[in-house]
């Protein structure tokens, strides 16, 4: 390998060390990462950076100690056994340099950092909550519930997304939060269910464990009064109203009709409490 190829290569691995470092100073790594793995990317980011960094300030370039004639298709790599050079097919440093960084690039700059409606509905905002995984269910009183669950100045309770959502996969729960006056946070899709009328959406937050890839989305949704001002898509809000429960099919949804909806700033990270 030249010196030349060393130096391509080593910037090729200080692009992507700077681009792991850049992810983890701003705000864009908590949109795929649960924040427990946040300090591996600035870790797994200098190293390469280091590495990167001496190769382009450091490069050594390898001999060959083989001495047959290169021109001459006839010859037999048994001749020379002590032979070191590379016999590269395919693209060559440079290429391979540019084909990765471009890209690269490409994707920090138009990449949105968010799911469409289409990705959401495919990891999970239209579907019925699974009973199975409500293990983070509130208490089963309302004392206890009073007590836990601290309200707004409207007297709601501020519920968490998770907590309404799976409230619906049991009975007992349910008889506890019909017609509970609550209050969620979270961020605005359009209803795909049950919304003939057209006076519904849906108010949802993420789930996520690791990172992106297995992200779940939770939604609840949400049904209007006549004339009410309606939030964007994809706004962040609190919304604010009466939390009931319909039955649509032989599945239970959970419902907030609406008080009022007011803005709400975008949290630091999505996922950091889980909800």
């Given amino acids: 390998m030249t010196s030349l190829q060393t130096r391509l290569f080593g910037l090729l691995a200080t692009s992507w060390g700077i681009l792991l470092i850049y992810f983890y100073h701003s705000s864009r790594v908590h949109?795929?990462?649960?924040?427990?793995f946040h300090h591996l990317i600035l870790f797994g980011g200098i190293g390469i950076t280091i590495l990167g960094t001496y190769s382009l300030i450091n490069?050594?370039?390898?001999?060959?100690?083989?001495?047959?004639?290169?021109?001459?298709?006839?010859?037999?790599?048994?001749?020379?056994?002590?032979?070191?050079?590379?016999?590269?097919?395919?693209?060559?440093?440079?290429i391979?340099?540019?084909?990765?960084?471009?890209?690269?690039?490409?994707?920090?700059?138009?990449?949105?950092?968010?799911?469409?409606?289409?990705?959401l509905s495919k990891k999970g905002l239209y579907e019925a909550p699974n009973i199975?995984?409500?293990?983070?269910?509130?208490?089963?009183?309302?004392?206890?519930?009073e007590k836990r669950v601290p309200r707004?100045?409207?007297?709601?309770?501020?519920?968490?997304?998770?907590?309404?959502?799976?409230?619906?996969?049991?009975?007992?729960?349910?008889?506890?939060f019909d017609g509970l006056p609550i209050q969620l946070e979270g961020r605005i899709?359009?209803?795909?269910?049950?919304?003939?009328s057209g006076n519904r959406m849906r108010i949802f937050r993420s789930i996520i464990t690791c990172c992106a890839a297995d992200l779940q989305v939770i939604g609840i949704s949400m049904e209007f009064p006549e004339g009410s001002t309606r939030p964007a898509d994809q706004d962040w809000v609190k919304a604010g109203g009466i939390l009931t429960f319909e039955t649509i099919g032989d599945t239970v949804f959970p419902l907030l009709k609406v008080r009022e909806v007011i803005p709400a700033e975008e949290p630091y990270s999505e996922f950091r409490l889980r909800q």
């Fill in 132 to 145: 199975s995984n409500s293990a983070d269910l509130p208490p089963f009183t309302r004392e206890d519930l």
């Fill in 189 to 196: 899709a359009p209803e795909k269910i049950n919304n003939e």
């Fill in 31 to 36: 949109k795929y990462l649960a924040p427990d």
């Fill in 152 to 176: 707004n100045e409207h007297g709601e309770f501020e519920l968490r997304m998770i907590t309404a959502y799976y409230a619906s996969g049991d009975h007992e729960i349910q008889d506890i």
């Fill in 96 to 119: 391979t340099t540019l084909l990765t960084i471009a890209p690269l690039a490409i994707a920090m700059n138009f990449t949105q950092d968010k799911l469409s409606n289409t990705g």
């Fill in 59 to 94: 490069p050594k370039e390898k001999k060959s100690s083989c001495d047959h004639d290169h021109h001459d298709h006839d010859h037999h790599h048994d001749d020379c056994g002590e032979c070191q050079h590379d016999h590269q097919e395919g693209h060559g440093p440079l």
